[in-house]
């Protein structure tokens, strides 16, 4: 009699209604339950009512207390975890089709159908992209998802690549040429085909779009500078405004390099034939002369100039490092020319480094590592390779090259798109200030160090550059790591701004054409001076796009890197091997170290630290583990570590600390 009673409906409405509501994002946990994580707290989610819910998804619910605990009775599905996402195809009772979901938190199978223009037959552990089509909070049903596109088998030994492209949305082909090119521009170019211009790259690049030639500026029988040319790869000579080539390379906006191969931003008769500056073949280009005094600091206006130029020789980043330190049995150029264009190369950049030294900044001396690859994929080897004599003279001079982009940009056309670096994040200035007291100062000079790390100093481009100049000299990995942590990132920019993290008062990249979108703009723009032809700002369209795109590239890396150091380690797990690593996150979950004899990212559980959770305790504004109250970990921190586990579902691997 009860049921139909509409006072007690009212009763149950009004209860309903005065219960307290929350926002948050669903954890799932190894057991049937979960919690509902907020800004401010935690609450419990029951088996049952994780059953309609996906970890990660964004819900409101109803809180109500029982005894001590507070629970979460989720009410309405706010934002899904799942849309578009990465799957393998399994096949479930009565060989019904599903998917699993490529995360580590999200085990359940879901039911799928495959969509009807995709004839592609699927076997089980093949790899697909999937959207979800229902959710039980949403549409009062089950998990259903659509397979709208095959990846790779399950047995493809490129699936980290394939895969990793599909989750970013990358098409893993190059852009799509013309059938024919022609030299679209009918401006006269200067002839330089005489000089002796030489290419430094590595021994395998094609797409070869940096050339240079330098000689020495004599004043009667004395040197007194460099005159320093570059030239620079020109494929807009050959590409439409308006064609699809520009289109499509407006939407990559990258050449993405990837473990053993690249995937190019123009088609590759272009990229790697019509526009690389190859030995002995003449081609357009966009040229720069720029005339410094001995100490490399610019002393002219640099000038721009379209021109054809002919590369003498392709030199190789090894062989010239080799020779010019002098290693026995070292490569030796072929022409004397060649010779004393690295012997002359080697000074200037000497000279740029300490010039930059003194009045900007140097980048950290970190290997990059890179992947050797067999035929079928598998990593052979890992290789960490160290910044050389080689590669310090090419990116001097890309690095002078680009501030003289950027003036010429600024002072004749007032835009361009311009890399700029704010330093720290305006709302961090107080923390940096304090951080920097708490570690530099003492009572003797804690007045002056107040004053020179002062918030406004700080938000100032020699502010900035004087703090780093102060911290360069000491040996401590720390202060680099956390202050590493209150920075903004770089932006692209249609107007001058500064960028701190190079210390300059000026950058704008138009070197590497063939690979960057930005700098094909660049050279439209400069063109257009030259010319005297009208032009446009760069769009915040475009700008937002190579933001995206440069975010996007750094993910395939990250992800594609963090399979293949699985894939390697794997069948060294068992023998537990040790390395030397260094401590770059911290969390409560545990230490996040990177090994320095490869680079791989292994994580060790705060479990594996110690045996009682609660006196352990990581502390966000430190970038510190505590434990018993005592610090005992910090970010920066050297650690032998012990591989103890390789996880390829999650791309994760484990370890301890070593004895």
Partial sequence: MFQNNPLLSQLKQQLHASKPRVEGIVKSTDKAFGFLETDKESFFIPPPAMKKLMHGD??????????????????????PMLTRFIARVRFGKENKLQVLVDHPNINQPIGASQAKDLQQELGAGDWVVATLKTHPLRDDRFFYAQINEFICRADDEFAPWWVTLARHEQSRYPVEGAEHYKLLEQHKREDLSALHFVTIDSESTQDMDDALYIEPLLQETRQRGWKLTVAIADPTAYIALDSQIEKDARQRCFTNYLPGFDIPMLPRELSDDLCSLKPHQTRPALVCRIETDLTGAINAKPQFIMANICSKAKLSYDRVSDYLEEKAGAWQPEQEESAQQIRRLHQ?????????????????????Y????????????????????????????????????????HQNLHTGIFNTHAGFDKKF?????????????????????????SAENLATLEGYRRMRHDIEGLENDYLEARLRRFLTFAEFKAELAPHFGLGLEEYATWTSPIRKYSDMVNHRLIKAFICAEDYTQPSEEVLARLQEARRQNRLVERDIADWLYCRYLAPLAEQQPIFEGEVQDISRG????????????????????????????????????YIKGERKYKIGDKLRVCLTEVKEETRSLIGRLAP
């Fill in 58 to 79: 964004k819900i409101s619910a109803t809180i109500e207390t029982l005894g001590d605990k507070k629970q979460a009775e989720p009410e309405a599905l706010l934002e």
């Fill in 370 to 409: 890179r992947f050797v690859l067999a035929d079928n994929g598998k990593v052979t080897e890992i290789k960490a390779e160290f910044r050389r004599s080689a590669n310090q003279i090419v990116e001097e001079c890309m690095i002078i090259a680009n501030i003289c982009a950027a003036r010429y940009l």
């Fill in 590 to 625: 545990g230490l996040r170290v990177q090994l320095k004899e490869n680079g791989a990212s292994l994580f060790i559980p705060a479990s594996a630290l110690h045996d009682k959770k609660e006196e352990m305790e990581a502390n966000s504004e430190e970038l510190a583990f």
């Fill in 429 to 453: 200035l107080k923390n940096v200030q304090q951080f920097l007291l708490n570690n530099l100062a003492d009572a003797e000079n804690l007045d002056e160090l107040t004053q020179r790390y």
């Fill in 348 to 368: 200037f950049a000497l000279a740029r480094t300490e010039l930059r030294r003194t009045q900007a900044l140097l980048f950290k001396e970190k290997p990059d």
